[in-house]
């Protein structure tokens, strides 16, 4: 016999995820990982970038999140958005705390945008004068390009390099249009480039920070535009958020 599982679909700046409030039985959260390649696909499934499964813990709400090919990811900024708004529609919370694989993440809706307070980056390190390597929540090189400039070269060389461990990182390319920065990511798990990544625009806004000391960085990622901002060491994803559609699933 076949489950049914509801869904709620979500796009943040591009980036489109499917929600589900926890699992109907334990035999389907023993194979979320498979549950996520087949919902994911875009000819088979619903389609989306990545499956978040919520669960209710007390007073904050808890996630796992798994990118379209099954892997595990810690953390994702675009989908944390994704849920801020989810919560908001269904538990009528302006704010909340998530527990993601990265720590605890703070979500706050702010007229019609959401704020995700990011984990606290870490191991900052300057790689090139173009490259820094950090971690946003899942490894990140950030790397400074020009306009049109071929970057084929670069993923070629850090989506695997050893700095960031087993799984690789994630390689975003940014560069500056008058007052914005244009940016661009190539995404672990997707092995591509997505229309936008939440942890990939904080990389970049850490970089520019290091850089230039700009505290609030305006990045536009072919999916939309997000605000980095760096306050007292702590890192904020600030864009929008929209409920696409609803529906069941059968597995």
Known sequence: MMEKINFFKYQGAGNDFIIIDDLPNDTLKTSAQELSKKICDRHYGVGADGLVIIKKQDDMFAWDFFNSDGSFAAMC???????????????????????????????????????????????????????????????????????????FSYIKEYRWHKMAGEYGANVSFYYKENDTYIAKTFERGVEGFTLACGTGAAACGVAIFKKSKQSQVPISMPGGNLTVQIVDEKLFLIGSAERICQGEFYV
């Open 77 to 151: 900024g675009n989908a944390a958005r994704c849920v801020a708004l989810h919560i908001y529609k269904e538990q009528h919370l302006a704010s909340a705390v998530l527990q993601t694989g990265a720590g605890l993440v703070g979500l706050k809706k702010i007229e019609d945008k959401f704020s995700v307070e990011m984990p606290p980056y870490k191991n900052f390190e300057q790689v090139e004068e173009n490259v820094v390597y950090v971690d946003t929540g899942v490894p990140h090189f950030a790397v400074e390009v020009h306009k049109d400039e071929d970057v």
